[in-house]
């Protein structure tokens, strides 16, 4: 299995959990993290597997992760595995206000093919200030993440077998 995990983060929450599934998906194959913004469309090459994270910006993904998707050509993903998560603040219960669901849509349009629901991991945020708000993962979400990389591997096997 060749993996990419592609992720966008503001303060460090999303590259946290971004680095656990990369760390936990190394025992069954290569596996490559890249920050969104350095992202090209080169990179998706010969990969069977792409796992996309982001932080959830006013109920949906920040805008730079808009742009980065859109700029894509048609079709990228076509013939691979896709998972896609984000990090959000621990009250908004609402799965519609969050950001994965949308970015699980347009990793489908790309000619992904989703293998798990999209999945969220809670920060809790200090700090609210007007200037340097600073969030921090919920206890057990690094571990909640490792754990999703079972359920992620399984599927994607099951889809090769299908
Ligand atoms: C501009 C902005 C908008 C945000 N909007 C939301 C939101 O709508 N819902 C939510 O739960 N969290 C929201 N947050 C909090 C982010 O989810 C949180 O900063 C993020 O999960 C932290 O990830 P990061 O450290 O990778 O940037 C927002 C944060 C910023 C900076």
Redesign the pocket.
Known sequence: MKALLVYY???????KVAEAIAEAMKEAGEVRTINLEQLAAADFEGGDLVVVGT?????SM?QAVRTALAALPPGILAGKSVAAF????RP?PLRH??ASPKLLRQLRRLGGRPVVAPQTFF?Q?KNPQRSG?I?LLLEGELERARQWVGDILDKSKALVKA
């Not at 932080?55 to 109920?59: E, Q, R, S, V």
């Not at 984000?86 to 603040?89: C, G, P, Q």
């Open positions: 983060s503001k303060f460090g929450n999303t590259r932080p959830t910006h006013a109920f920040p984000d990090t959000t603040v908004w206000l969050r920060v945020t708000e969030d």
